[in-house]
């Protein structure tokens, strides 16, 4: 029998396991550690873990005997049906008040199901995002826990220790809120990841091909805006991978194969969008870009068939970078306040008390998505905790305003060169859209009520009031019993 020494257990020595299990172990905590492959444990003590005061478990009994109470053993595997299986293996063995900590990327409304399912049985359940890659795991990752408040005690001062800190020393984590509100917040989180990234993809291809510029001046150009206003982790990296040679000496950006890869989050936070009625549009429009990326061979079948515009010449070399420069500044601005409205709606809908300037405090640092930013939109709900959009906020407006003829400029400038940028298109359409007064919805209203007796509301009558009107003069007196946009 083990002693009951050990201040938590973790499951699954992936890249992310083992990585937080070292940063664990930096701070001072003793942690026991087990995988379903066990020689995998043996192989990370000898290793990885050589020298540290990790302990290594040869069953689910043995770890949960290790741990002190009440027990924490946090999941660090594959998202699905392996989370509700390792749980059904631990349950057995736990008491009430332990806790079980999901840290994969787990869809919000398992995490949900989770917490209630493991309220009933007596045991605490935290579904928690965890950002940051391999090296924010391992030196201070960005931590977004939600599901059953009674369990954030016992876990706050590891997952805060751990975590990346802000420049005053503020840990990039906090409690986000009730069931699945973690998980969706992480989700949210991966889709304005999905769509900072290709927001950057379309800069690239927008400088490649418009002003011929090769890997090493991008680079040059993007670490030049890493100084600036688009300070952020993948503004760096990027600037990085362009300077990356091959063994041959040849950029390696270019030896790439064209097709992106993607594991669900994105589609999840579209989905999620569509389902609450929120124009999440730029996130939308980021997955399908991968999507066209995978039809690789149609597209090289395409490009034999079908022509684009003869090319202008670029004009100024340094106003077209700026011109791209603010059309990304401004479009990762709408992306950020679309994830917000999201954000809101979902917590709204579903019941949660989301701290949303806390949340981009802890986006400040460790994540993916992490930029200069993020600190301007936690100033902005401190400012105003009912702030219903992002853009009304001045610091967003003020730069929108004032970069918005760069942003047009850069969008024309990649109509008239043939460059598909979907993000930066969608961006301008969402902040024209949502800044007219007057959309032309009132003729599609018009048209849902010919046709099928939708309804409409009137200018000149109260909200609520609806109306159907006989077009043809050969129609029925009903009109339909629901009125869905």
């Not at 005061?53 to 998202?79: C, F, N, W, Y």
């Not at 700026?322 to 579903?350: F, H, P, W």
Request: aromatic share 8%; net charge negative; with cysteine.
């Amino acid at each position: 029998m083990p002693t009951a020494n050990c201040d938590i257990g973790l499951i699954g020595l992936a890249v992310m396991g083992q990585n937080l299990v070292l940063n664990m172990n930096d701070h001072g905590y003793k942690v026991a550690v087990f995988n379903r492959t066990v020689s995998k444990v043996d192989e990370f003590l000898n290793n990885e873990a050589k020298g540290t005061q990790v302990v290594g478990t040869h069953s689910i009994p043995e770890l949960v005997d290790s741990l002190k109470t009440p027990r924490r053993v946090m999941l660090m595997v594959k998202a699905g049906p392996t989370v509700d299986e390792q749980i059904e293996q631990i349950v057995p063995h736990l008491a009430k008040g332990d806790i079980i900590i999901d840290g994969g990327n787990s869809l919000y409304t398992d995490s949900d199901r989770r917490t209630k399912d493991l309220a009933a049985k007596g045991i605490l359940f935290i579904g928690t995002g965890v950002s940051g890659g391999e090296e924010g795991a391992r030196f201070g990752p960005s931590i977004m826990p939600g599901g059953n408040p009674d369990a954030w005690p016992h876990v706050k001062e590891i997952f805060q220790s751990i975590a990346a800190k802000v420049e005053d020393g503020t840990p990039c984590c906090d409690w986000v809120g009730e069931g699945g509100a973690g998980h969706y917040v992480k989700m949210v989180h991966n889709g304005i990841e999905y769509g900072d990234m290709q927001l950057i993809c379309e800069a690239y291809h927008l400088l490649k091909e418009g002003l011929k510029l090769g890997p090493d001046e991008l680079g040059d150009v993007f670490a030049e805006w890493n100084k600036g206003e688009l300070d952020s982790f993948l503004i760096e990296i990027t600037a990085q991978i362009f300077k990356k040679k091959d063994d041959d000496g040849q950029p390696l950006i270019d030896k790439i194969l064209d097709t992106a890869g993607q594991k669900g989050t994105g589609k999840w936070t579209g989905i999620s969008a569509l389902d609450l009625g929120v124009p999440v549009t730029l996130i939308g429009e980021a997955v399908f870009a991968r999507c066209l990326s995978a039809l690789k061979e149609e597209r090289v079948e395409a490009s034999k068939v079908l022509t684009g515009p003869p090319p202008p010449p670029p004009g100024n070399q340094d106003a077209f970078i700026e011109d791209v420069r603010r059309a990304l500044y401004c479009s990762k601005l709408i992306s950020y306040a679309q994830g917000y409205m999201l954000l809101q709606a979902a917590a709204k809908d579903l019941g949660w008390h989301l701290n949303l300037g806390g949340i981009a405090l802890m986006w400040r640092g460790g994540c993916i998505i992490r930029s200069a930013f993020l600190g301007d939109i936690k100033k902005a709900f401190d400012k105003n905790p009912t702030l219903s959009n992002l853009l009304l906020d001045d610091f967003f407006s003020t730069h929108l305003n004032e970069y918005q003829g760069g942003w047009r400029s850069g969008a024309i400038k990649a109509i008239e060169f043939g460059v598909p940028t979907p993000a930066f298109s969608t961006a301008l359409a969402f902040y024209d859209g949502y800044r007219c007064e007057r959309l032309p919805a009132n003729l599609l209203q018009a048209q849902r009520d010919f046709f099928g007796a939708h309804t409409y509301e009137r200018v000149d009558k109260p909200r609520g009031q609806f109306f159907h009107t006989n077009w043809t003069g050969r129609g029925g007196r009903v009109s339909s019993g629901s009125y869905n946009a």
